[in-house]
C-alpha cells in the first residue's frame, strides 16, 4: 500500500520536475523573441526621427542632442548601447529614462520632471504606464515630443504613434490629429507606411495584408 | 544601255553631278554626324532619364527600406510603369536583400542579373544598366537598380534618320533644281562656244563668232576662239585668192597648151602631107628610075652592040686614035650599064617582098666569097660564127658583097686581110668587116654613103658609088645602124647592127606597112 503511495509520489515529482523544465525553456524562449521584438523597435524609434521634423524652436542647433525619454518601466534593456555613438541628423541622441508616473507622483518630483519631460524630443510610455497614458501625455502634448506608445487605444488616448504586433511582425500606426497638435510634421512616406492613420474622425486603415 | 564613262558625259551634266555629289557628301556627312551626335545625346538623356528615375524612388523608397517594407517598395516600384523604357526595377536593403522587384512584363520572370557592384550606370548589348544608392542621413541604407532597354535609342535614331532622310531628300531634290538652274552660269557659254566650234568644222564657215557673256576663263576662251577664228578666216580667204589665182593661171596655161596643140597638130596634119606627098613623090621616083633605067637599059645595050660591031668589023680601017676612042665608047657603055643596074638593084632594095625566111649569115658569107673570088694575095677571113636571123637572102648578099668587094676593090696592100665576124649585144647583133686597106679620112665618114659618091677617080678604080648607099639602105630597112672607124693608111672598119630576131620581126612588118604607106 505503502509502496503505491509513493510510487504515485514518485510520479508527481517526475512530471513537476518535466513540467518545470518544459516551462523554463518555453520562458527563455519567450524572453528571446521579446529581446528581439525590443531591437526592432528601438531601430524603428530611431528612424522615426528620421521621418519627422521638430518645430525650429525645439530642433535647436547641432551641438544640442536629441532626447529620446523613456518612461516607465524599460523593457528595452541594453539594445541602446550599440546604438550609442549613432549620430541623427548630424546630433548625438541621449536615451533619458524616467521613473514610472505613479512613482514620480508618490515621491512628489512630477512637478519638477514635467520639464524634462517636455524637453525631450521622443518620448517612449512604457506598458507599465498603462493607467497613466493620459496624465502623461497631457504634459507633454503641446511641447513638440513625439509620444510613442505600445498599449491599446494609445492613440485614442492622445498618443502620436503606437507600435502594434501584426503576425509576429513589428509594425506602426499614427495619429496625425496629435502630431498636428504637437507641432510635428511626419514625413508622407512614414505616414504611408503606417499600418493605419488617425485623423479627425475617419480613420484610414492601411489593407491588411 | 552602257554607262558612259564620267569622262564622256556632257559638261552640263558633269558640272550637275559634281555640284550632287558633293552637296550629298556634305549632307550625308552631316546627317551622319547628326546621327551621331544624336545617338549619344539619346544615351545622355535616358542615362539622365533613368538616374532620375532612380533619384526619385530612393528618395521615396528611403522609409520603405528603413523599415523593409517590401509593399510600399512594391508600389513606388510600381510607378515606372509610367516609363515605357524601363523593364526591371529591384530595391535591395543594405545587406543586399532584394525588398522588391519591378517587371515591366510581369511574365518575365527571368532573373534580370545586374553586373554593377557600385553607383554608376553601364551599357550592355540590349540594355542601361543603372545602380544607385538610397541614402539616409548621409548613409547608405539600401541600393535601387534600374534596367532600360534601349528601343528609345533605337527609336530615336530611326525617327531622326527618317527625318534627316527626309529633310536630305527635299534638300537634294532643291539642290538639283538648283544646281541645274546654276550650272548653266558656267556650262552655257562653254555649250555655245562649242556648239559655234561644231558649227565651223561642218559648215566651214568661218565668219561665225561666239558669243562672249563674261569676263572669266571661258570669257578669255572665247576671245581667243574668236581671235583664231579671224585669223582662219583671213586665211581662208588668202587661201581662197591664191587658189583662183592658180586657177586663172592653170585655165591660160590650159588655153595656151591647147593653142599650141592645136597648132602641132596642124603642124602634123602638114608634116603627115609632106610625108605623104614626100613618100609618093619618093615612090614616083624610085618608080621613074626603076623605068628609066629598065629603058635606058635597051638603047644602052644597042650602043654597046653597035660599038662592038664597029671594033670587030672596022678595027683595020679605023687608025690608032679612032680605035682608042672606040675602046673609050665600050667602056664608058659598059660603065653606063653597070651604073644602071647598080640604079635598078638600089630602087629594088625599097621594095620588100614577102619572101622572109631564116637566113642563115655564115652561109651568105661563104657564097659572097665564092661569088666575088678574090684575088690570091687577099685573105678573107671569118673571125666566128655567124647568126641566122629572119631577113630576104638577097639583102643579106648585096650586104656582104657590097661591103666585101669594097675591101677588095680598095686594097692597096700586097698582102690583104679583110675580117667579118660578129658580137651579140643585148638586143642586136653588131657585125663588122675590117680591112687593112688604105683607110678613110674623117671627115668623109659620112659621104661615103651617099649615093654616087666616090672617094677616088672612076679611073683609077671602077665604082658606081652605089654600093654603100645600097648597104645603108639595108641596114636601115631592118631598123639598124651603119658607121665607119678608120685610121688613114692602116684600114677601114665597117660596123653594122641588126636587131634580134623578134623584135625585128615586128619592126619589120611596121616597116613594111610604112613603106606601103
Given at each position: 500500500m505503502i509502496s503505491k503511495k509513493e510510487m504515485r509520489l514518485k510520479t508527481y515529482i517526475l512530471m513537476f520536475v518535466v513540467l518545470s523544465l518544459l516551462a523554463s525553456v518555453q520562458v527563455q524562449q519567450a524572453r528571446a523573441a521579446e529581446s528581439k521584438e525590443y531591437q526592432i523597435k528601438a531601430a524603428f524609434l530611431y528612424n522615426f526621427i528620421q521621418f519627422v521634423e521638430w518645430p525650429k524652436e525645439k530642433a535647436a542647433d547641432s551641438n544640442q542632442p536629441i532626447i529620446i525619454g523613456i518612461i516607465g518601466r524599460d523593457p528595452f534593456g541594453n539594445v541602446f548601447e550599440s546604438l550609442k555613438n549613432k549620430k541623427i541628423k548630424g546630433k548625438s541622441v541621449i536615451i533619458k529614462r524616467f521613473k514610472p508616473y505613479e512613482e514620480l507622483k508618490i515621491n512628489g518630483v512630477l512637478e519638477s520632471t514635467s520639464d524634462e519631460l517636455k524637453n525631450c524630443h521622443v518620448l517612449f510610455i512604457c506598458s507599465s504606464e498603462n493607467r497613466n497614458i493620459n496624465q502623461i501625455i497631457d504634459i507633454v502634448k503641446t511641447s513638440s515630443v513625439l509620444t510613442v506608445g505600445e498599449t491599446h487605444y494609445f492613440l485614442e488616448n492622445g498618443g502620436i504613434i503606437n507600435f502594434e504586433l501584426e503576425e509576429k511582425k513589428v509594425r506602426f500606426a499614427i495619429n496625425l490629429d496629435a502630431a498636428n497638435t504637437a507641432k510635428l510634421k511626419i514625413s508622407s512616406q512614414l505616414l504611408r507606411l503606417a499600418k493605419r492613420v488617425v485623423q479627425e474622425k475617419k480613420q484610414t486603415k492601411k489593407a491588411d495584408k | 544601255m552602257a554607262i558612259p564613262r564620267f569622262q564622256d558625259i556632257t559638261i552640263k551634266n558633269k558640272l550637275t553631278a559634281i555640284i550632287m555629289l558633293t552637296s550629298v557628301t556634305a549632307l550625308l556627312m552631316g546627317l551622319g554626324a547628326f546621327i551621331t551626335w544624336e545617338y549619344f545625346d539619346i544615351k545622355k538623356n535616358m542615362v539622365e532619364s533613368l538616374s532620375t528615375h532612380a533619384s526619385i524612388i530612393a528618395d521615396n523608397t528611403k522609409a520603405a527600406v528603413v523599415y523593409e517594407n517590401a509593399d510600399d517598395a512594391k508600389e513606388m516600384l510600381s510607378?515606372?510603369?509610367?516609363?515605357?523604357?524601363?523593364i526591371h526595377a529591384r530595391i535591395c536593403t543594405e545587406d543586399n536583400n532584394t525588398l522588391a522587384i519591378f517587371n515591366k512584363d510581369p511574365n518575365d520572370a527571368s532573373v534580370h542579373l545586374l553586373q554593377i557592384k557600385k553607383e554608376g550606370y553601364n551599357f550592355t548589348r540590349d540594355s542601361l544598366n543603372l545602380q544607385k544608392n538610397i541614402m539616409l542621413d548621409n548613409e547608405k541604407i539600401g541600393t535601387i537598380y534600374l534596367k532600360s532597354d534601349l528601343s528609345n535609342i533605337k527609336h530615336g535614331v530611326t525617327r531622326t534618320a527618317t527625318i534627316g532622310g527626309i529633310i536630305a531628300a527635299i534638300i537634294i531634290f532643291v539642290t538639283f533644281l538648283v544646281s541645274s538652274k546654276l550650272q548653266k552660269i558656267i556650262s552655257g557659254p562653254i555649250l555655245s562656244l562649242a556648239g559655234v566650234a561644231k558649227d565651223v568644222s561642218e559648215h566651214k564657215d568661218y565668219s561665225t563668232r561666239a558669243l562672249k557673256q563674261s569676263n572669266d576663263e571661258v570669257g578669255q576662251l572665247i576671245d581667243a576662239f574668236n581671235e583664231m577664228l579671224y585669223e582662219i578666216q583671213e586665211r581662208d580667204l588668202e587661201l581662197t585668192h591664191l587658189n583662183e589665182k592658180l586657177e586663172q593661171r592653170v585655165k591660160e596655161r590650159t588655153a595656151d597648151l591647147m593653142n599650141a596643140n592645136k597648132k602641132l597638130e596642124k603642124l602634123n596634119r602638114e608634116l603627115e602631107q609632106t610625108v605623104e606627098k614626100l613618100t609618093a613623090a619618093n615612090i614616083e621616083l624610085a618608080d621613074f628610075a626603076h623605068i628609066a633605067a629598065h629603058d635606058l637599059k635597051a638603047p644602052l645595050r644597042a650602043i654597046g652592040s653597035l660599038a662592038g660591031m664597029i671594033v670587030e668589023d672596022y678595027r683595020d680601017k679605023l687608025d690608032e686614035n679612032g680605035q682608042k676612042q672606040l675602046n673609050l665608047l665600050t667602056q664608058r657603055t659598059e660603065r653606063m650599064s653597070s651604073l644602071i643596074n647598080g640604079i635598078l638593084k638600089y630602087s629594088e632594095v625599097g621594095q620588100l617582098s614577102n619572101g622572109q625566111e631564116q637566113v642563115d649569115l655564115n652561109q651568105v658569107v661563104e657564097d659572097t666569097i665564092l661569088n666575088i673570088a678574090p684575088p690570091e694575095n687577099i685573105e678573107i677571113k671569118v673571125e666566128n660564127t655567124l647568126p641566122t636571123i629572119i631577113s630576104e637572102r638577097t639583102h643579106m648578099l648585096q650586104l656582104f658583097q657590097n661591103l666585101l668587094s669594097n675591101a677588095i676593090k680598095y686594097m692597096d696592100k700586097p698582102q690583104g686581110l679583110v675580117k667579118i665576124g660578129c658580137v651579140e649585144e643585148d638586143d642586136f647583133w653588131k657585125f663588122y668587116v675590117s680591112d687593112n686597106g688604105p683607110g678613110i679620112e674623117e671627115k668623109y665618114y659620112d659621104r661615103i654613103f651617099t649615093i654616087f659618091q666616090t672617094l677616088k677617080r672612076r679611073d683609077e678604080v671602077e665604082g658606081t658609088g652605089i654600093g654603100l648607099t645600097m648597104v645603108k639602105k639595108i641596114v636601115t630597112l631592118y631598123n639598124g645602124k651603119i658607121w665607119v672607124e678608120s685610121k688613114v693608111g692602116h684600114g677601114s672598119t665597117f660596123f653594122f647592127t641588126l636587131p634580134k630576131q623578134k623584135k625585128e620581126a615586128k619592126k619589120h612588118a611596121k616597116l613594111q606597112t610604112n613603106i606601103v604607106g
Open positions: - | 510607378a515606372l510603369r509610367a516609363a515605357p523604357s524601363i
